[in-house]
């Protein structure tokens, strides 16, 4: 692929990604305030509980959707697509096999789901019912569906992804608004979420076909000597993949056996916010998961020295810019969003969000390092994170609560990520460590700093009363935290280069 070619790709997949977040924030933002007044806070958590518990069963994908992404973007450096064909066949035929046992398993570990999380006598029908529909969708057509979107990840094709999440998200929010509407409760919510997800991965697979050069995938291909090269692979990215587990489920279940379904629905919260914050960093992070398979077969190492310290920083910026100014609203946004019930989350929310921050860096260092050949280390890093967030958050929620939970995520990220993943990722690819801060994080840290202080002088002498007037005191202190971080973080070279295409678009126009 040529260079402008992969600029013009990488450019479009990345758009797209940012405009399909939006989309889909802007959905969920309206929506989980209006399930929480329909269900209940009680009904809400257990609904947050439930996918805790679901995406547990999720590993059962065991990394091979990463090694789909990178066996897929390989061939198309190096044109082998009976190797790809066949790799994916065994794939796919491992994947119907876990589906099919990971149900059996959660039929099972229904039996005894009230019981195990202390759930109230009247809500366990409605409990395990949920369970079973939701296992259904994240099971049976997720695991095997999941295929056909890597496929189309690896083939660099992620603005279709996008289009047909957004068309997906439309569906649902019109169908859960209706079903509630309608007093479905929610049970019938977890049904349009199944069949809403089952159409969309009907939709991956049809543009897998008609997309993806030579695509031929049959039971005659599978190959038992392909799947020992694939579970080499595959089980190092399933132990990294367990890490982001540790965030974003395993400290519900920690605050539903400690504290109860009350404190599960608003920790929730705190960890929703978190997510969309997360995600929306990961755009870009993701969008570059294939081209890194393709660098690497290319042994493009100053590209990839490039991803890890410029890239590093330009996303960092884009997350401090969200964390500085949650930093200053956080109080303001669970207030008008979700209600002041919602408070207590406040200081586990402004934790979990000082966690992103600092593992924006980490996100792509872990990325190159597990797509270039070392995830064995990467899996050894992710083991080492759940043992220190299980630990110390089972130690502090005994003395703090919600804050304690969160806290183990903020000590877990400083150990693993900061600590050890960037100075592999530093030693590597030969540059200091310190590069790091001076490079990535240390510029935007003055602009986040005049951000916090001109909220906190904003909201001090006009004080907030609604979303609305919360967002539009945001406005200033992000333009000047644009505005400097333009000045004093972004090298000449790149300012040079964005001016030449801004003027080259105005004249092609």
């Not at 049959?218 to 692979?233: D, G, N, Y």
Request: glycine fraction near 6%; proline fraction near 3%.
């Amino acid at each position: 692929m040529s260079e402008n070619r992969r600029v013009q790709t990488t450019t479009i997949n990345a758009l797209t990604n940012y405009f399909r977040f939006f989309f889909s924030m802007i959905i969920s933002f309206w929506l989980i305030p209006f399930i929480i007044r329909s269900l209940g806070q009680d009904l809400y958590g257990l609904w947050s509980l439930t996918f805790s518990i679901i995406g547990f069963f999720s590993l059962l994908d065991f990394g091979f959707g990463l090694g789909v992404v990178k066996w897929t973007g390989e061939t198309r450096a190096n044109g082998n697509l009976e190797f790809r064909n066949t790799m994916l066949s065994t794939v796919l035929f491992v994947y119907v096999m876990l589906a099919i046992g990971g149900m059996l398993i959660l039929v099972g570990f229904s039996l005894f789901y009230g019981r195990l999380f202390s759930i109230p006598e009247p809500l366990i029908p409605i409990a395990v019912t949920l369970l079973l529909i939701l296992g259904v969708r994240s099971l049976l057509i997720q695991i095997p569906m999941s295929l056909f979107k890597g496929v189309l990840f690896g083939e660099q094709r992620i603005y279709l992804i996008n289009i047909i999440q957004i068309l997906s998200s439309i569906v649902y929010a019109g169908s859960a608004f209706l079903a509630l509407q309608n007093d479905l409760g929610v049970i019938g919510l977890a049904t349009v979420n199944c069949l809403t997800f089952l159409a969309e991965n009907l939709l991956y697979l049809f543009f897998a076909y008609k997309k993806t050069k030579g695509l031929s995938l049959s039971i005659r291909k599978v190959k038992k000597s392909f799947l020992r090269e694939a579970v080499s692979f595959s089980m190092y990215s399933f132990i990294t993949t367990v890490a982001g587990l540790v965030l974003f489920q395993t400290d519900t279940l920690i605050v539903q056996l400690t504290l109860n379904l009350e404190f599960v629905g608003i920790y929730a919260i705190a960890l929703k916010i978190n997510e969309y914050a997360f995600l929306l960093s990961k755009q870009l992070v993701n969008v570059l998961t294939p081209l890194i398979s393709e660098l690497k077969e290319n042994k493009e190492e100053e590209t990839l020295r490039y991803l890890l310290i410029d890239i590093a920083k330009y996303i960092t910026a884009s997350g401090a810019l969200i964390t500085f100014t949650i930093y200053v609203f956080s109080k303001e946004l669970l207030t008008f969003w979700v209600g002041p019930a919602f408070l207590q989350a406040n200081v586990p929310l402004l934790l979990l969000m000082t966690s992103f921050l600092l593992t924006i860096p980490e996100l792509i260092a872990s990325n190159v390092l597990t797509m270039t050949g070392e995830h064995v280390f990467t899996a050894k890093i992710s083991v080492l994170s759940i043992i220190i967030n299980l630990g110390v958050s089972l130690i502090l929620v005994r003395y703090m609560g919600l804050t304690g939970i969160a806290l183990g995520t903020v000590i877990s990220t400083v150990a693993n990520g900061v600590a050890l993943t960037l100075h592999k990722a530093s030693k590597l690819y030969d540059f200091p460590y310190h590069h790091y801060l001076t490079k990535v994080y240390l510029p935007v840290l003055l602009p986040g700093i005049v951000l916090v202080g001109i909220g906190f002088l904003l909201k001090t002498v006009f004080p907030v009363h609604s979303l609305w007037g919360m967002m539009i005191q945001t406005i200033p202190g992000v333009l000047v935290y644009l505005i400097l971080f333009w000045i004093f973080s972004i090298d000449q070279d790149m300012k040079r280069k964005l001016r030449n295409k801004f003027l080259h678009s105005r004249t092609r126009s």
